[in-house]
């Protein structure tokens, strides 16, 4: 009988064994494939696709090139946000990679040695924002997307998982590193079922959905600047929503980038905060200047 236990807690340890270096396979790949790979084509994309004027950046003397502890704070128009973000800082974070790229390639033989691997990139690199992404509506692409962003589940009710989300953020902040988020809480078409819009008194035009708290704790915690950022058309390049004319068997061409769609995005002067600044405060400041960027839209577009 003794024996059978013996045998058991091996095999136990041995799966649990196997799950740890399974796992760090997993996240080891992501990192290869997400930040080195992706990460450059994207990048080079969106070169051209600025090039060809289908992409136009705003403001982008404003960006902070070269500081850490960010908090990159963008409306949140189409699924696509979360990769344009972190963008603006290519080709900057080549740096970065060129210094870590060592770890990556060696991180197979360590995984095989049982060595430590770094858990994730994010918590560690500084030049390359941490994005942070709905787990629910990206989940069929988590394994690409896993080694440099941050997971929300915003359809759980359990507020444990999403103190879970924010605590990443911080130390990626207290790290001196880069963080992207959205404050509304989502895309930004929800605002009308939600209630929770900021409209235009005029057009009645959606402006943002109102802010959530989380970005005044952030600040608060960490005394990280805020970078306001407006997207327009990343929903018109790839829609929210199928096209109901259409039969169920075509609404898949939502998921069809429209590279003809213009997009636009606009950057705003870096909101910087004392010490012992409230949240209310915070939040009222990061609203007036994602309202500057919209007023600055308006002006160009007359």
């Known amino acids: 009988m003794f024996g059978i236990t013996k045998d058991r807690a091996r095999l136990q340890l041995q799966t649990e064994e196997a ?15 997400s930040i080195y790979i992706l990460g450059t084509v994207g990048g080079v994309l969106i070169c051209l696709l600025e090039a060809t004027r289908r992409i136009r950046f705003y403001g ?10 960010l908090i990159l704070a963008s409306n949140h128009p189409g699924w696509l946000d979360i990769i344009l973000v972190p963008l603006l800082y290519f080709p900057w974070w080549f740096r970065e990679l ?13 995984i095989l040695k049982r060595e430590p691997v770094r858990p994730t990139f994010a918590e560690d690199f500084k030049h390359i924002p941490a994005s942070t992404a709905d787990e629910h509506n990206f989940r069929h692409f988590r394994w690409v997307l896993e080694g440099w962003n941050i997971f929300v589940n915003r359809e759980s009710d359990r507020t444990g998982e999403r103190a879970s989300a924010l605590r990443k953020a911080v130390e990626i902040l207290e790290n001196n590193g880069r963080v992207v988020i959205f404050p509304g809480g989502g895309r930004d078409f929800k605002a009308q079922n939600n209630g929770d819009g900021i409209y235009d008194a005029g057009t009645g035009n959606l402006i943002i959905r109102r802010p959530r708290p989380g970005i005044g704790w952030l600040v608060k915690q960490t005394g990280a600047t805020i970078v306001p ?3 327009d058309g990343t929903d018109k390049v790839l829609p929210n929503k199928p096209n109901e004319k259409l039969p169920p068997f075509l609404r898949f061409e939502r998921c069809l980038p ?24 915070i939040l009222e400041g990061y609203i007036q200047a994602q309202l500057n960027l919209y007023l600055e839209a308006n002006k160009s577009n007359d």
Request: with cysteine; hydrophobic share 45%; charged share 30%.
């Open 19 to 33: 799950r740890v270096i399974a796992k760090r396979a997993r996240v080891t790949f992501s990192i290869l494939s």
């Open 60 to 69: 982008y003397s404003r960006l902070p090139l070269w500081e850490g502890k």
């Open 98 to 110: 060129l210094q870590r790229i060592g770890e990556v390639l060696v991180a197979p033989l360590k």
């Open 229 to 231: 950022i407006r997207i």
């Open 258 to 281: 429209r590279i003809w769609r213009p997009i636009c995005i606009r950057i705003g002067e870096p909101l910087r905060f004392p010490a012992g600044t409230d949240e209310d405060t």
